[in-house]
C-alpha cells in the first residue's frame, strides 16, 4: 500500500469505529450491555431484530420516514429544476437578490421554527401527514436543490439550448429528451443531498407528526423512554436507520464525485 | 462563461420554488416576529410590549455566554473540518476500486438521523461500558467523563461533529479535484512546480467553488445545531455545552417564554445571516478574481 493512503485508511477506521459498536450492540442482549464492556458479543442475538420486524409501532416509523422523504426529493428536484435553469440561463429582475434569499432559508434554525410551523400545519389541516413533514423539509431542501442544480447547469454550454431551438425543438421536449439526460449526474447529486437532509431531521419532522406519520427516529426516543432503558433494542433501530441511506448512496457513488466535477469547472 | 440573456418571464421558471419555500418561510417568520413584540397571558390574550424582549435578550448574560459558545464551536468545528477535510480529498485515490468504498464508507456518518448519532456517541462514551470510555478510562488511565467534566463533554462533542460532517468536505473537495484535467497537471511537472505550487495555483482555485458550498453549509449546520449535542449530553454538565439553539428551546418549549424566545431566534438569525452574507460575498469575490485569468 502506498504511503498516502494511510490518511484515508486512518480516517475510515475512525468512522467505521462508533458505527461498528453500534452494530455489535445491536447483536447483544442488554443485560449484557449493561453488565459491562465486551468488544464483541458473547451471547449473539437476533431478538432485538426481531421486534423491530414484528412489532408494528416499530416497522410503520420506517415506512412512515421513507414515505416522507420519497415525497420531500421529489418535490424538490422537480420545482427546483425549473427555477435552477432560470438562474443559471437567464438574468432577471432580482435574480442574485432571489437566489440568496433562497439560501437564507437554509440558515433558519429549525428550534426556532418548530412551534410556528406546527401552528401553520395545524391550521391548514395536514398536521400528522406524511406531506406536511414533506413539505417542512422543502424550506431547506429546495434552496440546496437548485444552489447545486444552478452549478451543474452552469456548466452545460449554452450553444446546446440554442442549436436544439434552432433544430425546432420545442422548450418542453429540449427541456426532457437533451437536457435532463445531459445533467442527469446534477440530478442524482442533488436527489441525493434533499434524501440525505430530509432522512436525518428530526425536530421539524417531530413537531409535526404524533402517530399516523411519525418518524422512525422519534419512535426510538418514545419506546426507548417507556420501555425502560432497552439500549439493544435501540441499537438494532438505529442500525436499521443507516441502511437506506447505505442504498442510496451506493446507486449515486459514481455521480457524486463525477457529477459534481462536471458541474463546478 | 455563457452570457445569460435578460428575460422577465424566467420569474415563472422560480415560481414553485418562491411558493413552496415562502409558504414555509414568511408564515412562520411572521409568527415569530408576532410574538417577539408582545405579551402573553393564557390563550388569546396578547398585549403590545414593545421592543422590551430584544433589550432583555440582547442584555442578558445567558445570551452572551450561549453565543460565546457558540461561536467557540463553530470555529473549532470550521478550523478543524475544512483543512481535515481537505487534506483527506487530497491522498484519496483517484480511480479504481477503492474510490466508491472510500466515498460510500465516508459518507455514511452523514446518513444517520441526528439523534441516532447523539444517541449513539453517548453509549460509546459510557466510562464503562462504551468502547471510547472504557478505552479511554481503563486502557489509558485518562479520566474521562462526559457527564462530568465539562472539558471532557466540549472535547467529544467536537470529535462527534467531525466525525459525523468532515465527509461532507471531504466529499466536495474530492469532487473539485477529481476535474481538474490531467494536462494542468502534466504541465505544472513540466514547470518543475513543486508540490506546494501544484495545491496552491492549480487545485486550491478549482476547489475553490465546491469549497465555498462546503464552508458555507458547516458553518450554517454547525451554528444551528441542535439534535446530536441535544441527545448527547442534554447542554451539561451544568451550561458548559448548552449552544444557541439549546438555549433557545429551553426558554420557549421548556418556560413557555414565547416572546423573549421569539426575540432572541430573531436575532440569532439575524447573526446567522450576517455571517453568511460575509462569507458568501467575500468568497465569491475571490473566485472570480482568481477564475479570471484561467478563463477560457
Known amino acids: 500500500m502506498k504511503k498516502r493512503y494511510i490518511v484515508p485508511t486512518l480516517y475510515i477506521l475512525f468512522l467505521m469505529l462508533p458505527i461498528y459498536w453500534l452494530l455489535a450492540m445491536s447483536f447483544k442482549t442488554t443485560g449484557e450491555i449493561l453488565s459491562g464492556f465486551t468488544l464483541v458479543p458473547q451471547t449473539w442475538t437476533l431478538d432485538n431484530y426481531r421486534v423491530i420486524f414484528t412489532d408494528p409501532t416499530w416497522y410503520w416509523g420506517y415506512i412512515n420516514s421513507i414515505t416522507y422523504v420519497a415525497i420531500n426529493t421529489i418535490i424538490s428536484v422537480c420545482v427546483a429544476l425549473p427555477a435552477a435553469y432560470a438562474f443559471s440561463r437567464y438574468k432577471f429582475l432580482g435574480d442574485k437578490q432571489l437566489f440568496f434569499w433562497l439560501l437564507t432559508n437554509r440558515m433558519a434554525p429549525a428550534a426556532v421554527f418548530a412551534l410556528p410551523f406546527f401552528q401553520l400545519y395545524s391550521a391548514i389541516g395536514l398536521f400528522d401527514t406524511h406531506l406536511a413533514v414533506a413539505l417542512a423539509h422543502c424550506l431547506f431542501n429546495i434552496p440546496l436543490a437548485v444552489w447545486i442544480l444552478e452549478g451543474f447547469m452552469g456548466g452545460v454550454p449554452k450553444e446546446l439550448d440554442e442549436t436544439a431551438f434552432v433544430d425546432g425543438y420545442s422548450f418542453p421536449r429540449f427541456f426532457t429528451t437533451i437536457f435532463l439526460p445531459t445533467i442527469s449526474a446534477g440530478v442524482g447529486v442533488a436527489a441525493f443531498f434533499c434524501f440525505m437532509f430530509s432522512w436525518v431531521e428530526l425536530l421539524l419532522a417531530k413537531t409535526l407528526t404524533a402517530v399516523a406519520a411519525k418518524p422512525i427516529a422519534a419512535t426510538m426516543t418514545k419506546t426507548a423512554s417507556s420501555a425502560g432503558y432497552e439500549l439493544g433494542l435501540l441499537a438494532a433501530a438505529g442500525a436499521l436507520t443507516i441502511i437506506p441511506g447505505a442504498v442510496v448512496i451506493y446507486f449515486v457513488r459514481n455521480y457524486i464525485a463525477k457529477g459534481f466535477a462536471l458541474g463546478r469547472v | ?296
Open chain 2, 1 to 296: 462563461m455563457t452570457m445569460k440573456s435578460v428575460n422577465q418571464k424566467a420569474w415563472f421558471f422560480v415560481l414553485p420554488v418562491l411558493v413552496l419555500v415562502a409558504f414555509n418561510a414568511l408564515i412562520p417568520m411572521m409568527t415569530v416576529v408576532n410574538y417577539s413584540v408582545q405579551e402573553t397571558f393564557g390563550d388569546n390574550l396578547f398585549f403590545w410590549q414593545g421592543l422590551d424582549w430584544f433589550q432583555q435578550i440582547l442584555t442578558s448574560e445567558r445570551f452572551h455566554n450561549a453565543l460565546g459558545r457558540q461561536f467557540l464551536f463553530t470555529g473549532l468545528i470550521l478550523v478543524i473540518e475544512v483543512p481535515l477535510g481537505i487534506a483527506i480529498a487530497l491522498s484519496m485515490p483517484k480511480k479504481g476500486f477503492w474510490v466508491p468504498v472510500c466515498l460510500v464508507t465516508m459518507a455514511l456518518p452523514m446518513l444517520i438521523p441526528w439523534n441516532v448519532v447523539g444517541a449513539m456517541w453517548n453509549i460509546f462514551t459510557l466510562p464503562d461500558i462504551g468502547l471510547l470510555g472504557y478505552f479511554m478510562n481503563h486502557t489509558l488511565g485518562i479520566d474521562y467523563n462526559m457527564t462530568q467534566s465539562p472539558f471532557a463533554a466540549w472535547v467529544t462533542i467536537i470529535v462527534m461533529d467531525v466525525w459525523h460532517w468532515t465527509s461532507l468536505v471531504v466529499l466536495l473537495s474530492y469532487a473539485g479535484l477529481v476535474s481538474i484535467p490531467d494536462a494542468f497537471y502534466q504541465a505544472a511537472e513540466v514547470d518543475g512546480a513543486s508540490r506546494w505550487a501544484v495545491f496552491r495555483y492549480i487545485q486550491l482555485p478549482k476547489m475553490k467553488q465546491v469549497l465555498t458550498i462546503a464552508i458555507l453549509l458547516r458553518f450554517m449546520d454547525s451554528f444551528n445545531i441542535y439534535t446530536e449535542p441535544f441527545t448527547l449530553t442534554g447542554g451539561g454538565p451544568g451550561n458548559s455545552t448548552t449552544l444557541l439553539s439549546i438555549d433557545l428551546v429551553k426558554i420557549a418549549l421548556g418556560q413557555f417564554d414565547l416572546g423573549p424566545a421569539a426575540a432572541m431566534s430573531l436575532i440569532y438569525f439575524a447573526i446567522t445571516l450576517l455571517v453568511s452574507w460575509l462569507f458568501y460575498t467575500l468568497m465569491n469575490r475571490d473566485v472570480q478574481q482568481v477564475d479570471k485569468p484561467t478563463d477560457h
